[in-house]
Nanobody, 127 residues
């Protein structure tokens, strides 16, 4: 079992930066791929970024590539999502997710592949 708690969201202006955190409990976290997804009002949930359990492989959605950096500290059971140059279209609830994987370089991009989800943190970017 893995429990996930997101934090770091808030109200910012366009061009600002935010660092979201996903704190996990559960001994399988260090062998779990972790992903960030987001869902804006009236829209479907979409993939943002993912990191393999080794930290050696990352994957980003085109919409955030070059503006986002996902990282993890397995000693702290925490994954981070640094978002820079935020845009109003980044406004959404951001969810952290985790799934145990056998490969240390595996990243998952489909929400259905993840077993565990956090409650989400709101990010609002004003223009």
């Amino acid at each position: 079992q893995v429990q996930l708690v997101e934090s770091g969201g808030g109200l910012v202006q366009a061009g600002d930066s935010l660092r979201l955190s996903c704190a996990a409990s559960g001994r399988t976290f260090s062998r779990a791929c972790v992903g960030w997804f987001r869902q804006a009002p009236g829209k479907e949930r979409e993939f943002v970024a993912a990191i393999s359990w080794s930290g050696g492989s990352t994957h980003y959605a085109d919409s955030v590539k070059g503006r986002a950096t996902i990282s993890r500290d397995n000693t702290k059971n925490t994954v981070y999502l640094q978002m820079n140059s935020l845009k109003p279209e980044d406004t959404a609830v951001y969810y952290c997710s985790a799934a145990a994987t056998t490969g240390g370089w595996t990243t998952l991009v489909r929400g259905g592949d993840y077993n565990y989800w956090g409650q989400g943190t709101q990010v609002t970017v004003s223009s």
